[in-house]
């Protein structure tokens, strides 16, 4: 039941019927009492608050220019510290894109208001003050929508700081169940001095009105205080929705909504100068430590440029979080041709805890200054070169063809193992180890390796893909200066590897207990993105100190008749790329993989991420629209299920949580 339980006909109707009398007299008597009962009494009958206005039973449309005028009670709205608006209404089936419900607004200022609205049918908040700037998070992709042609419910409270919310929090309802929560603000309409009208629909916003719909409005009622999660509930419950009747179990509870990292908006960066935030991790460590990570896309969302790889740490649950922490962010090129992609590039965190040393690892991709994997060289350029049983990494100067290298404490030797003078960074000691790669020649700093553009040093690293690693021995408090774990894992042949963004796991049973897996994902120089994406591990068996590549699920596999290799594959329909890593119970090593198919691929492997079962299964009732997706495993009440989350679709959107219950032979059967 997606439907409302309140109809066209149960709104026009009392809320008690009136039993039958043969006394005509007493019957109209009784009807006319009961006309003076409120449709919805006893979802009303709240106690110790005070209604401050109350409307009831109005439209918005052409004849009134899609706008009922309440700026006579706007005093009384001035004088509100906590408060909470509600609002009941039923907009057209094809209402626009965006329009208000109920906002207050100036003549003068057309950026200082507070709106109550509908965007995309999200229902969304916005409050501003006389400087335009925003006092509440972003409501625009809160989780919870209104249906369009129907009645519905929302409701916005707020409260003002206290000891226990220092900056006040607001929160908005739809149909009495909470949609999102903002501790950024407590601000309300007395924060708004130049405000002057106040309105349901149409919004003055000063020469212009805007925001117009056609609504019918059952209720707006203002109260004096903020309501209670249960007293929404309990004023929204004609609006409830049969989806969302379902109890939780006993001792599941869902915590509130909290915006851990927030970037800026319409196209401007936030308060710390940060665009975007893409890419999440999500680690619980062995102390309860919730750690999450993030790209922090300085300049703008797209793969390249200015990231940087940060985390965030929870001590109780979630509930509170910390600063930012940097784990690292390589220096800007000052002279890059192209600012907008002049900076080394870090993309794409993987975090994993090993249970025995307790040693937290962050493995993520890295780029020389550029566009990423989109934009690697057409030719293959040799990135490290073994020399007395060591690998060193190479450097290509310009105007010569042999390669330098750099060897113990960044000294730079030429093509025939000659010392030179100049020496490069590879224990960074600056904030966010910004200095790795720097060139220096005796005490001159020159430039940087990782740089391509307009550069000042004489050097540069193969423009290739990396995989580097941190780690953190506190819990996450700190991090080790960047590792660069790519000459053991890495072959020859593979273009680009990278890693499966999320979380790793390590194998907790079988022969091969205590195995870290990270997953990763490659291609080949004969198709590169375009048909040999392919999924795989990484691992290691000795604590982090040293990395292994797992087969590909692609190797050798059989498809449509023919057999290919993630090597020298090019198959569009085949590919399978950024993963998702759990263990069974009984040692199998699951594998659930974004590809184009449009649905769920999952690989199995049987010695612990070595080689892979060359049937890969696909799950047509969990769609998959090539978007980063999470699963883990879990027991209840003796029995194993998977638990993966990802984009519901039809684009990157509608985020979803599946169930699989784990059966004896290891298959899935998805539940929901």
């Known amino acids: 039941g997606e439907s409302s339980t309140l109809t066209d006909t149960e709104k026009s109707q009392p809320s008690s019927e009136t039993e ?17 009962i409120p449709r919805d009494y006893y979802a009303r009958d709240l106690e110790n608050v005070e209604t401050v206005i109350e409307k009831e039973d109005v439209e918005t449309n052409a004849s009134n220019g899609q706008r009922v005028d309440l700026s006579s009670e706007l005093d009384k709205l001035k004088k509100l510290e906590n408060a909470t608006v509600h609002m009941e209404f039923k907009p057209d089936a094809k ?10 607004s100036s003549a003068t200022k057309k950026d200082e208001y507070f709106t109550m609205a509908v965007y995309n049918n999200t229902a969304t908040l916005e409050g501003r003050g006389s400087d335009g700037k925003q006092f509440y998070n972003n409501y625009n992709d809160a989780p919870l929508k209104v249906k369009p042609g129907q009645w519905n419910s929302v409701t916005f409270t707020v409260e003002k ?32 001095p130049d405000v002057t009208h106040v309105q349901i629909g149409a919004t003055k916003r000063a020469n212009n009105t805007v925001w117009g719909s056609n609504l019918q409005i059952r209720n707006l009622t203002v109260y004096n205080r903020a309501l209670s999660p249960e007293e929404v509930q309990t004023r929204s419950q004609l609006f409830e929705r049969g989806d969302l009747e379902k109890k939780l179990p006993e001792g599941a509870k869902i915590s509130e909504k909290e915006d851990v990292f927030e970037g800026g908006m319409n196209n401007k960066p936030n308060k710390d100068g ?116 060591k690998t060193y ?30 020496r490069v960074v590879v224990d960074p000691v600056k904030p966010a180890y ?20 307009n550069k000042t040093s004489p ?97 050798n596999r059989q498809v449509d008749g023919q057999k290919i290799h993630s090597s020298t594959m090019n198959n569009k329909r085949a590919q399978n790329t950024e993963s998702t890593v759990v263990q069974l119970n009984n040692g199998d090593v699951k594998l659930f993989m974004r590809g184009l198919t449009g649905d769920l691929q999952v690989a199995t492997s049987k010695d612990g991420g070595v080689t892979w079962e060359k049937d890969i299964k696909r799950y047509p009732q969990v769609k998959d629209v090539y978007v980063q997706m999470s699963a883990i495993h879990t027991m209840h009440e003796g029995k194993e299920y998977i638990i993966l989350s990802n984009a519901g679709g039809p684009k990157r959107e509608n985020g979803m949580v599946h169930l699989a219950r784990v059966e004896e032979n290891g298959e899935l059967t998805w539940l929901k």
């Not at 209402?95 to 207050?104: D, E, I, K, R, W």
């Not at 010569?400 to 000659?418: H, L, M, Q, W």
């Not at 060139?439 to 940087?448: C, E, P, T």
């Not at 000795?542 to 699920?553: F, I, L, Q, R, S």
Request: charged share 25%; no cysteine; hydrophobic share 30%.
């Open 95 to 104: 209402a626009p894109a965006f329009y208000n419900l109920f906002s207050v």
């Open 274 to 389: 940060i665009k975007s935030y893409r890419i999440p991790a999500l680690l619980k460590t062995d102390k309860g430590t919730l750690i999450a990570g993030a790209d922090e896309r300085r300049l703008h969302s797209s793969d390249w440029g200015d990231i940087g790889m940060v985390i965030r740490r929870s001590e109780d649950n979630g509930k509170t979080w910390g600063d930012r922490v940097t784990i690292t962010n390589l220096r800007d090129n000052p002279k890059a041709s192209d600012p907008s992609i002049g900076s080394p590039v870090n993309i794409d965190m993987v975090l994993v805890q090993d249970p025995e040393t307790k040693r937290i690892f962050s493995i993520y991709d890295m780029f020389p200054e550029g566009k990423g994997i989109f934009g690697m060289s057409s030719q293959k350029e040799e990135a490290y070169k073994e020399i007395d049983g």
């Open 459 to 555: 050097f540069r690293i193969a423009k290739d893909s990396y995989l580097w690693m941190s780690y953190s021995d506190d819990d996450g408090k700190t991090w080790s200066a960047p590792q660069d774990i790519t000459p053991m894992v890495k072959a020859d042949w593979m273009k680009f590897l990278g890693v499966g963004p999320g979380t790793g796991i390590v194998l907790r049973n079988g022969p091969h207990k205590g195995r870290i897996l990270i997953p990763v994902y490659t291609t080949n120089n004969v198709s590169h993105l375009n048909g040999s994406q392919s999924s795989r591990v990484i691992y290691s068996d000795d604590h982090g100190k040293t990395w292994h590549a797992g087969e590909a699920v692609n190797d």
């Open 161 to 192: 700081p206290t000891a226990e919310l220092p900056n006040g929090r607001v929160r908005l309802y739809v149909n009495g169940v909470l949609s999102r929560t903002s501790l950024k603000s407590g601000n309300f309409i007395k924060d708004m």
């Open 393 to 422: 990494q190479i450097l290509y100067r310009e105007g010569e063809k042999e390669a330098y290298t750099i060897r113990e404490n960044g000294t730079v030797y030429t093509p025939d193992g000659k010392a030179t003078d100049y």
């Open 434 to 453: 910004s200095d790795k790669g720097d060139l220096y020649k005796g005490d001159q700093l020159l430039g940087n390796i990782y740089f391509t553009t």
């Open 20 to 36: 039958l009398s043969g006394n005509k007299q007493e019957q109209e008597r009784k009807d006319k009492q009961e006309e003076k």
